[in-house]
């Protein structure tokens, strides 16, 4: 069922107003339309589907493997798993978890992050919604801001992502001698 018709049918049965802001969920999105397909397809489709799209979560063996080994790991230990499944973390995510990824960056990169850098969220689609919404749009005073992409349409997701209007612009990059990108 498409987002479109889902919506008809709750403002019917329920009598609803939407704002703005749910007018424009209800509008639908390439995003949607795309993972709506694809979800049904590996949900019917089982072993013989191969989802050939980027992005995350993805099937790499190694990868698999230690997922498995450590939900195992974490079935045995008394009070893991329930709290992996039944607990809230703070809203930014799990403490250890953004040390330990803070440590990650570090050795790899040569960083020098500490907790505070990392935020935890439901995807990079839910993270940039937040970014995107909190440098671009309106601004307390009256001045309004854009997500400067160097490619529009970029990637199908980014689209919808404003809650208050257009939101990316897109200007052909020039090359100096410097190398340097003039906008
Ligand atoms: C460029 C880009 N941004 C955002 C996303 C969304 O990421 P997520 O599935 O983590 O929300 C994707 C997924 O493929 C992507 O390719």
Redesign the pocket.
């Known amino acids: 069922m498409s987002v479109q018709t889902q919506c008809l049918a709750l403002k019917n049965t329920m009598n609803l107003h939407w704002s703005e802001f749910g007018e424009q969920l209800c509008r639908g999105s390439g995003i949607s339309e795309l993972m709506d397909d694809l979800g049904h397809a590996i949900a019917k489709g089982g072993d013989s589907i191969c989802m050939l799209?980027?992005?995350?979560p993805a099937h790499i063996p190694e990868m698999d493997a230690l997922w498995r080994k450590r939900f195992e790991e974490m079935g045995r230990e008394p009070g893991k798993l329930e709290h992996a499944v039944g607990n809230y973390e703070p809203p930014s995510g799990n403490p250890a978890f953004r040390k330990a990824l803070a440590d990650l960056f570090n050795r790899q990169f040569g960083w020098n992050l500490g907790s505070e850098n990392i935020g935890v969220t439901?995807?990079?689609?839910?993270?940039?919604f937040m970014l995107f919404n909190s440098l671009a749009g309106k601004f307390r005073d009256g001045s309004r801001k854009k997500i400067l992409l160097p490619l529009v349409p970029?990637?199908i997701?980014?689209a919808n992502q404003s809650v208050d209007g257009e939101m990316f612009r897109a200007v052909k990059p020039r090359f100096g001698n410097d190398r340097r990108a003039r906008v």
Do not use: L, N, V
């Open positions: 799209g980027g992005g995350q439901a995807g990079g689609q839910t993270a940039f970029e990637y997701g980014y």
